[in-house]
């Protein structure tokens, strides 16, 4: 039946097909199955916080109409937060990173926000950091409102609402394992949250890239010294109170070569046109697999879409010139798709 029409962009976000991962876990015992939330209006799974953050913010009085909306972003919240901005006639400013695609920047610029650029590689505590950055400019731009991702409880509340319930009735409860990457945690806590409420027996598994503090943390309760890695939009160099680990059973690292690899066999085999960290998150979701011998139900977010990564992951000369195309020198594996 013809889906009718929404009333607008907004109404679409969520409610995400699931589809199973036929060719590429093949060999394990286990049913993976993808959430598709590149297929959300704004491309990926931020969507979902960014409007109920926005909407939250409208009810407790912080957004006053014609306010502008600051957010210290990677990519994904501030288009999600930026669709819904132009809907309901707020206005954006962005701070990210400097080493996110070009492709991530210009379209936040396309959809009207706009957009400051800060160095990657110095402390969350260092004025020119880009959580410092938007800090300060939501203090200093009149009728501001700084949306704080990190340590929102609009975010992972997002999931418990949403991503959660979709994937509790999409499984026919037959969930098993959850397998979420880790950037404000608001997914895997949100999400987790939800399924463990269904049925506590349900594992919920954190996928961390090397160089994240979040693995360390997790296993030893101290926080280690985090270094940059190329993957994008998910591990932390801090601890955001979105984080909940109580709910989370594992954690899995994953390097940026297995990130790349995964994504580009997800897209060339599968046909599933998403981004480096779902291709991380598949394959945390293999290697968890792996371990088992019985029969499992996985269901593994994919949170963005490829069409970000084109002059990265998908870009042979830039794979080459970062030594992540052919063989893995580290790797007891050998790629036959690189
Ligand atoms: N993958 C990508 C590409 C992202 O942009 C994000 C959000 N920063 C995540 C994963 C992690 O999602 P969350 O913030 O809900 O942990």
Redesign the pocket.
């Known amino acids: 039946m013809p889906i009718k029409a929404a009333n607008n962009i907004l109404e679409l976000i969520g409610n995400t097909p699931l589809v199973k991962c036929h060719k590429i876990a093949a060999h394990v015992k286990a049913d993976i199955y993808l959430k598709l939330e590149y297929l959300n209006p704004g491309s ?3 969507d979902r ?1 960014a409007l109920q953050i926005i909407r939250d913010a409208e009810e407790s009085g912080l957004l006053k109409p014609g306010g502008t909306i600051v957010e210290a ?5 501030g288009m999600g937060l930026a669709l819904a901005a132009a809907n309901l006639g707020y206005k954006c400013i962005f701070v990210m990173p400097d080493k996110m695609s070009e492709e991530k920047i210009r379209s936040l610029r396309a959809v009207g926000a706009r957009v400051v650029v800060c160095p990657t590689a110095v402390e969350p505590d260092d004025p020119r950091s880009y959580y410092k950055v938007a800090e300060r400019l939501s203090i200093e731009t009149p009728n501001a409102f700084l949306a704080n ?1 990190y340590h929102n409880a609009s ?1 992972p509340k997002a ?1 418990v609402h949403s991503t959660g319930p979709e994937l509790w009735e999409q499984t026919d409860g037959e969930i098993d394992v959850f397998v ?9 806590s949100g999400t987790g949250r939800y399924l463990k409420e269904k049925n506590p027996d349900v594992q919920i598994v954190g996928v961390d890239p090397i160089g994240s503090i979040y693995y360390d943390y997790f296993k030893t309760g101290r926080m280690t010294e985090a270094h940059t890695y190329l993957v ?3 591990g932390e160099d801090f601890l955001p109170s ?2 909940h680990f109580d709910v989370v059973d594992e954690v899995i690292r994953v390097s940026d070569r297995e990130c790349f690899e995964y994504t580009r066999r997800l897209v060339r085999e599968e046909g599933i046109l998403t ?4 291709g991380g998150a598949l394959c945390a979701a293999i290697k968890y697999a792996e371990r088992m011998d019985k029969h499992m139900n996985i269901v593994v ?1 994919m ?2 879409s490829f069409s970000r990564y084109m002059s990265k992951i998908f870009d042979d000369e830039w794979m080459r010139e970062n030594g992540l195309l052919g063989p893995d020198p580290n790797s007891d594996r050998v790629s036959d798709i690189l």
């Not at 972003?73 to 919240?77: A, C, I, V, Y």
């Not at 981004?275 to 779902?278: D, E, L, P, Q, R």
């Open positions: 990926s799974v931020k916080p972003t990677s990519g994904n919240t991702q975010n999931h979420s990457s880790m950037g404000t945690g608001g997914t895997i994008e939009g998910f979105t984080m981004g480096g960290s779902s977010i949170c963005d």
